[in-house]
């Protein structure tokens, strides 16, 4: 069985969705095309490469994340050195290195620009902070002047694992052309960001691509949970406040999207044993997380069928037809059940 994953970002817990992927492929699930934010972005990534579940966890088990985030010498000037490269590249570390060794893992398999990618095959979510907007890449790269299938797939994947503060943002100039001028002219910058801004969960990509019925391939979704409620996140200052800020936007629209409509097609996975930005993880933390989703998807797709899917899908359509038309880019939404 062919399905459609979408992947939810999660930082160094992304192992966890590994888990859930090798559980489904366990049980005879294929993956036709993936979508995610974040560390989500990196795992649709590597399966739209053609890496099994399998080949993924071994690769992040040897992976030493704390390479991630190499100091330089603003964060060994005493008290205000890392305060002066925030202020002065916009985050604590480079996204060099992530960007480098997605670069090196996909070349692996033969991978650089979409265009070695089947048509479709992966959709990556990002946010561009100055202009305001959600990107979905490659498409949207279009509006920068940028040809879709000649971008690189790792630069997307960084521009999507950008936390803000954390990471530097990816800077571009948006091209355009203007008569009576030779060549491109360069506007003013923009920084484009992690998507988890705007869309930490994007399991509505592919239900823009509702056309038929009978649907031929499902989409399910991966997303990384807390065993309980968190409560009140404590705020104590202005970095606290920010950290309380970017986590209510990145889960308060897809939580309610996926609570009205989504919950059948969402494989929930305990996560909340690692924090987000916790690179110096340890081996048997990367074991418990990556267990952790092989347990979700195992205890997922052990009842999952595609006629029950369908069926709750149904249902979930003629609920959220409004809603979804306005998704899908049309005023009809997707075509009653025949």
């Excluded at 933390?285 to 069926?311: C, D, H, I, M």
């Excluded at 149904?314 to 979804?324: N, V």
Aim: positive net charge; charged residues 20%; proline residues 7%.
């Amino acid at each position: 069985m062919r399905v459609n994953g979408v992947f939810q970002g999660g930082g160094v817990k992304g192992i966890g969705l590994v888990g859930a992927v090798y559980a489904a492929e366990r049980r005879g699930i294929a993956f036709h095309q993936t979508a995610g934010t974040s560390v989500g972005a990196v795992v649709a990534a590597l399966l739209a490469a053609g890496y099994t579940g399998e080949e993924m966890r071994d690769l992040l088990l040897e992976t030493p994340f704390g390479s991630f985030v190499q100091k330089n010498w603003f964060h060994y000037i005493y008290v205000v050195g890392p305060a002066v490269r925030l202020f002065l590249k916009k985050g604590l570390y480079s996204g060099d290195p992530l960007e480098q060794w997605i670069e090196d893992v996909l070349a692996r398999k033969g991978i650089r620009s979409f265009a070695d990618l089947a048509p479709n095959a992966l959709r990556v979510v990002a946010s561009d902070i100055s202009l305001g907007k959600m990107l979905v890449l490659p498409d949207d790269i279009a509006a920068y002047g940028i040809d879709p299938m000649r971008f690189s797939v790792a630069k997307a994947v960084r521009m999507s694992c950008s936390l803000p503060f954390f990471f530097d943002p990816v800077k571009f100039r948006v091209k355009r052309r203007e008569p009576g001028k030779r060549g491109p002219v360069f506007g003013k910058p923009t920084y484009i960001v992690d998507g988890a801004i705007l869309s930490n969960y994007p399991l509505w990509i592919f239900d823009r691509d509702i056309k038929e019925w009978p649907l031929k391939v499902p989409t399910i979704g991966f997303q990384l949970v807390g065993s309980k409620d968190p409560g009140p996140r404590p705020i104590h200052g202005p970095i606290t406040m920010l950290q309380a800020l970017f986590s209510t936007m990145s889960a308060a629209h897809d939580l309610r999207y996926i609570e009205r409509h989504s919950r059948f097609r969402t494989v929930k996975i305990l996560s909340d044993m690692v924090h987000t930005t916790e690179f110096d993880i340890s081996n048997d933390k990367l074991q418990e997380l990556f267990r952790s989703g092989v347990k979700a998807g195992e205890e997922f797709f052990s009842g999952w069928t595609f006629t029950g899917y369908s069926n709750e899908l149904d249902q979930w359509i003629k609920q959220a037809k409004p809603e979804l038309a306005k998704i899908a880019g049309g005023p009809s939404g997707p075509p009653a059940k025949k």
